[in-house]
């Protein structure tokens, strides 16, 4: 799973850099962060792959998809083990 997880967070840093730069196609990183962690159901990687995906549909101009994975990212976060 630590594996995986590596990959994942991997997968959603290279996503984001490509975002950044104004680089939207690269929407087959969001499919395989998302799929990683629907197969390993790992919460810290759900929280990053959910904003990375929100700020990707974001900057695409799809706000309703936006929203959508900003308000599961919000859900996975906990003050406690995150930070303020």
Known sequence: AVARSGRGL???GFGSSHTNRGHFARTDL???ALALVRETGD???ALS???YVGFHKFWQGDFAGALAHCERAIALYDADRHGQ
């Open 30 to 32: 969001c499919e395989e």
């Open 49 to 51: 792959t959910h904003w």
């Open 10 to 12: 991997a997968i959603v």
């Open 43 to 45: 919460g810290e990687l």
